[in-house]
């Protein structure tokens, strides 16, 4: 497939080599204006010049670049796919989004990111769910730039420190670079204002651990993976970028699991 990327930072590199590995094409990158001078032959600045010649757009730029450019692009006809799923916990961008789709005839395909489980709690949810509640576990320097640094000094944390307890809405709002596990936690659960949320800073672990606990009619379950951080961003979790690899081969595949 010929792809559209939004975004140059740490996922978006992995998944452009990922995907020129499996034989797709990366076509163009829409970057902010003042980055197009890094790779004039490849950096865009709008829509218009990333879908010209594109089948699919990837965003892998976090929620403000989906809420600015996602309705354009779907409303051309193509589907896009996001890493940026806690964006949806903002309603006026959800509808934009799905209405833009329903517009375009295209589809929103959104990346299960740094989680698992959620074809589970998808299931699950068919049936009553009673109660579901994610923990996200990250060392200091995962928190950092968010609002976690104005309550903990991170640098000098010794024991874990509970940060944030909430719903997945006012998590996914709050922590636009930290908890988009709790928005897809929600979205294939008990929705963003049922779902539980507590965010943890943690200086004994290396690695980004996420939990679901989840009980209903289909039984219980308990579901923790530890991630490891992608080598250019301790924020973002290895498997949200593969998350989008994954998508993507699912799209472009007859047989879809
Ligand atoms: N679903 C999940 O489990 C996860 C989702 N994410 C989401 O993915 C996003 C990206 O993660 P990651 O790659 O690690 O982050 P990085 O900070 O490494 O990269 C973000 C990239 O997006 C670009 N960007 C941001 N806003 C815009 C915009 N308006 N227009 C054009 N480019 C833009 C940045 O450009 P510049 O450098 O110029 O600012 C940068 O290239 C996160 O912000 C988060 O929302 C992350 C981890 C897990
Ligand atoms: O990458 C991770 O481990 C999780 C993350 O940042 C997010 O949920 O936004």
């Avoid at 902010?32 to 950096?43: D, K, W």
């Avoid at 998590?171 to 930290?178: E, W």
Wanted: net charge negative; with cysteine; aromatic share 4%.
């Amino acid at each position: 497939m010929r792809i559209g990327l939004i975004g140059k930072g740490a996922i978006a590199q992995y998944v452009s080599n990922a995907v020129q590995a499996r034989g797709h094409s990366v076509c163009a990158v829409l970057v902010r204006s003042g980055s197009v001078s890094q790779n004039p032959e490849l950096f865009v600045d709008s829509v218009s010049n990333l879908t010209a010649n594109t089948e699919l757009v990837i965003d892998c730029a976090g929620h403000r670049a989906l809420e600015e450019y996602g309705p354009q692009i779907l409303a051309c006809g193509l589907d896009l796919v996001t890493v940026s799923i806690g964006a949806l916990a903002d309603q006026r961008v959800a509808d934009a989004l799905a209405s833009a789709a329903r517009e375009g005839g295209a589809k929103l395909h959104l990346a299960s990111g740094a989680i698992g489980a959620l074809d589970c709690l998808s299931a699950a949810a068919t049936g009553k769910l009673e109660k579901v509640t994610y923990v996200g576990r990250k060392p200091p320097l995962g928190w950092m730039g968010s609002p976690a640094a104005d309550k903990l000094h991170l640098e000098a944390l010794t024991i874990a420190e509970t940060h944030f307890k909430g719903t997945a809405r006012e998590a996914a709002l709050r922590f636009p670079k930290n908890a988009n596990v709790a928005a897809a936690v929600a979205l294939a659960g008990l929705g963003f204002d049922q779902t539980q949320v507590r965010l943890i800073a943690d200086p004994s672990i290396t690695r980004n651990i996420h939990e679901i606990e989840a009980e209903g009619d289909f039984g219980q379950f308990h579901f923790q993976i530890s991630g490891n951080s992608l080598p250019d961003n301790p924020r973002s979790s290895a498997l949200a970028a593969m998350s989008v690899v994954s998508k993507l081969e699912q799209i472009s595949s007859p047989v879809v699991l």
